[in-house]
């Protein structure tokens, strides 16, 4: 039991969610030692969104919202993490969901369709059969998607993603959405839109930023798509960790005393 009072109370919690997930099966065991590399950019961007996220996530709420066909795509540590936001998302836009899995196996495949049906999701695709399509030029076992998915899709949203699909995304003329707290990753670069957070930080607000702008003009989500360049995204993001570490070692400098 972690006491609410605990310093790291909420990052021990998210911990403790994708280890349950790892223990039900759905979690890859990569899938832990990627939250913990997620873990440790959260601690140098600050623990908080930071204001090139916001702007990513109004620049992805309204590539959403334009889309033709958009598809959220889950893996185990999604499902772990965020599965109501998942939802709620699908119903905001509305959007598709679809399972992709990099350590792909039929059983988490099912079981992470059953964790988000239970969270009240009424498709899933991906499952099994139903990815039948195939990503040209993609090697590692996520080339295989749903036809009606994301092979379809026009926009992608890719939660924790790796850059060899991102980039074969791209290259297939859709707009990639990720969310990785890796500013200099591959998939932050090779994505359209990166948002530069913590999932479970970035997911509730990409929700309501998509609940927030379904008035808006299309005129006027396309101008913010246009007007985005993710170049500046993760420019921003890496001077803020710069910033942000010099500033602690000044702090602790005793030539600054
Ligand atoms: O469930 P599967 O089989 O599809 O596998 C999922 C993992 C995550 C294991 C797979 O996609 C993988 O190996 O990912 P990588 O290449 O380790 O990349 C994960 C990226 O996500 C890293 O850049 C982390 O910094 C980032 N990350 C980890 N946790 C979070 C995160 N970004 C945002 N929010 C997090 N909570």
Known sequence: MIPPTHPRYRSLLERERVVEGFREGYVAAQGLIAHGRGECFDYLIGEETQPFALEAIKAAAAALLLAKHPVISVNGNVAA???????????????????????????????????????????VLGVGEDASCTIPELFSERRRVSCEGI???????????????????????????????????????????????????????????????????????????????????????????????????????????
């Open 81 to 123: 993490l965020t599965p109501r936001e998942v939802v709620e998302l699908a119903e905001a836009v509305p959007a598709l969901v679809e399972v992709n899995l990099f350590y792909r196996t039929r059983e988490r495949e099912e079981k992470i369709a059953e964790v988000l049906k239970r969270h009240g999701a009424r498709r």
């Open 151 to 257: 092979y379809k899709a026009d926009v992608v949203l890719v939660p924790l993603e790796d850059g060899d699909r991102s980039e074969a995304l791209r290259r297939m003329g859709k707009t990639v959405i990720a969310i990785d707290l890796n500013p200099m990753s591959r998939t932050a670069r090779a994505a359209s839109i990166t948002i530069v957070d913590n999932l479970t930080r970035a997911m509730p607000k990409l929700v309501e930023a998509v609940k927030a702008m379904k008035s808006y003009k299309r005129q006027d989500l396309e101008e913010l798509v246009r007007g985005y360049d993710n170049g500046k995204t993760l420019a921003a993001a890496l001077r803020h960790i710069s910033k942000r570490l010099d500033e602690l070692a000044g702090g602790l400098d005793p030539r600054n005393a």
